[in-house]
Every structure is written in C-alpha cells, then in structure tokens.
C-alpha cells in the first residue's frame, strides 16, 4: 500500500499539520494536471511538489546541454530574482522556481526598483521562515562566462574571495527545514560579507514546515 499522511507527503523530514498537508497535496495534484494537460511548461515550478526536486533541476541543465550539444559537466546555473510586478512567465531557458523560503536572513527589494539583495531580519520579524522571490533558475556554458561561484582560471584568489567581489552569497538550498541534503547552492546578491551568512547559518528551504 502507499504510505498517506502528513509524515508520508512530507518525506524530506518533519511532518505537516493535517490541515496543511491535505492542502499542499491538493495543490500538488492541481499542478501535475494542469501541467499534464498543457502542451507548454508551468510558468512556475515548485520543487516542494517533487519527490525528488534534484532530479528536475538535473534535467533542466540536461536540456540546455543538449541544446548546446555541450558535455553536461560545463552546464551550471545562474540566478535572477524576480520582482517585477508583471506575473511571471515561463522563462525561455532554464526554469523559474518559486515558493522557497529564506532561514536566518529576509529579502528586501531595492528603492530603485531591482532585484534587492539579502539582509539581516529585524527582531520583529520572528524567526520564521521568510518567503523569497521567484528564482529563475538559469542555465548557461561556463566557457561562456565566469562561473559566479568564482570559477576560471583568469580570476584570483578563492572561490569566497571572489564571490565577496562580486556581492554574492552562495545560499544552500535544503528540500526542509531538517536540512538532511544540499540539494543546490543559489547565489543571492548581498552588501554582506559571505562568512557573515554562514555563520548565521542562512539557507534556502523549499517549503514552510515551521
């Protein structure tokens, strides 16, 4: 028999509400029909709706290489914010992710309207996980382009030094709060130093089990 229930749907670790449970899982099937019965991609993917989300971000670089006709190995991602407030649409490379949250850090939108960048949450905000824009998860050929982990043999110094340079933090990305397995690392733009946010241990987790 397949295992129901809250612990059952929420195998990354932790366990849902009843309440929210049955409204996830609803959502879920909602997702997976209405994906099945188009002939165009989601506009938005939520990896908390995938048994295993390491496999569809697997093959989203697998496309892209394909297309590019590129050893897999030479395909890594790029991330944009999104905080336009246009709804979003399917991205024409790579796939647009939403529904992460944010833990030990809040995301706030620049006054001139881009993307924003990370900060540190103020202490009326709790300590609950904080939604995060819609990322779009972008890939690209990394002869193309330095690697935004630091990557390449024209830039000095270490791949932290290099991401500090640029305003980057490399934010794990764990499917729960329980933070068992790394699924991906995402690159935020911060005015912080990179040590800061681990040391606070900020991460990425792809669904609101608090």
Known sequence: ???????????????????????????????????ASSVHPPATFRL???????????????EHACQREVPLDLVHFRHKIHTSDVPPVAPQAGILVAGLFLEAATWVRNANRGAGRLSAPSL??????????????????????????????????????????????????YRTSARRKVLDFVFLPTLEKEGLWALRGTCIVCCDDS
């Open 48 to 62: 908390s709706f995938f048994d295993n989300p390491m496999r569809l971000l697997v093959a989203t670089l697998q």
């Open 1 to 35: 028999p397949l295992p129901i229930g809250p612990a059952a749907g929420h195998r990354g670790g932790g366990s849902l509400p009843l309440g929210q449970w049955a409204k996830d899982t609803a959502a879920r099937f909602a997702f997976f029909r209405s994906w």
């Open 124 to 173: 009326h905000e709790g300590v609950g996980p904080r939604p995060l824009p819609p990322v779009h998860f972008e890939p690209y050929v990394a002869h193309e382009t330095h690697l935004q982990s630091g990557g390449g043999d024209s830039k000095p110094g270490t791949a932290e030094e290099a991401r500090n340079a640029e305003g980057l933090f490399s934010c794990p990305m």
